[in-house]
């Protein structure tokens, strides 16, 4: 997860650890591949917000080279895109190389249908979402600041046709080691992780849930921090 420094620095770390992976953003594919049959998807969830923020998703797309996705509700409910570019279980399975989830919380639907991906990548002002448990890459952001930094960051200039692709090992990426242990919520199964902390709540990555204020409540089902038991 990339979360020190500037919007800017963690795009930029971004950008250069997908390029060191050796994804080349001077080609590309169409916006509209079928998602089957897509090297690369940039997907929209509901945390994009309005629909007017789907160009923040149109403008990544073809940064990055790739199609154009979206989680089950922005299809089916607010229809900002047709339904055969919803991505997971019940929807179209991505199984190419890059797959960078905009405002998506990680719904086990949606996991189900990236689960072949080479490389996924997770943007979402939540940074305990459960996307950031299924991904090789994270920012913890919202998704209006960090979009147009990452588009311009791999460039908006009209891009070269890919070649065929090839598949992708995916990248081995250190996880944090843990520094105290999680806890779980009665209510709805909220898991609080210390090395994530509850940016939400002004809780920093690194807290211990002893160390949280006694006021603090589960960000899922508002169940008090009493209501927690140890995993």
Request: net charge positive.
């Given at each position: 997860m990339f979360r020190d420094g500037s919007a800017k620095d963690k795009v930029k770390a971004l950008a250069d650890a997908l390029r060191h992976d050796g994804y080349d953003f001077s080609v590309g594919i169409a916006a509209d591949t079928p998602i089957v049959e897509a090297e690369r998807v940039v997907s929209a969830g509901k945390g994009i917000g309005k629909k007017e923020n789907m160009k923040l998703i149109e403008d990544?797309?073809?940064?990055?080279?790739?199609?154009?996705?979206?989680?089950?509700?922005?299809?089916?409910?607010l229809r900002y895109v047709p339904l055969n570019r919803y991505v997971g279980m019940s929807g179209q399975k991505f199984t190419g190389n890059l797959y960078i989830a905009c405002g998506i919380s990680g719904a086990k639907q949606h996991l189900?249908?990236?689960?072949?991906?080479?490389t996924i990548v997770a943007i979402n002002k939540n940074g305990n979402a459960p996307i950031f448990k299924n991904c090789d890459y994270g920012i913890v952001g919202d998704v209006q600041e960090i979009l147009p930094l990452l588009a311009q960051e791999l460039g908006l200039e009209d891009k070269?046709?890919?070649?065929?692709?090839?598949?992708?090992k995916r990248p081995v990426v250190p996880k944090p080691?843990?520094?105290?242990?999680?806890?779980?919520?009665?209510?709805?199964?909220?898991?609080?992780?210390?090395?994530?902390g509850d940016e939400e709540a002004d809780i920093a990555p690194g807290t211990l849930f002893k160390d949280l204020p006694d006021d603090w409540v589960c960000p899922e089902c508002a169940?008090?921090?009493?209501?927690?038991?140890q995993e």
């Open positions: 990544l797309a073809k940064a990055a080279g790739a199609a154009i996705g979206s989680s089950r509700p922005v299809a089916e409910t189900k249908g990236i689960k072949d991906a080479s070269k046709p890919a070649p065929p692709m090839v598949k992708m080691e843990p520094i105290g242990p999680k806890y779980v919520c009665n209510g709805c199964g909220y898991v609080y992780i210390p090395e994530l169940e008090e921090k009493s209501h927690f038991i």
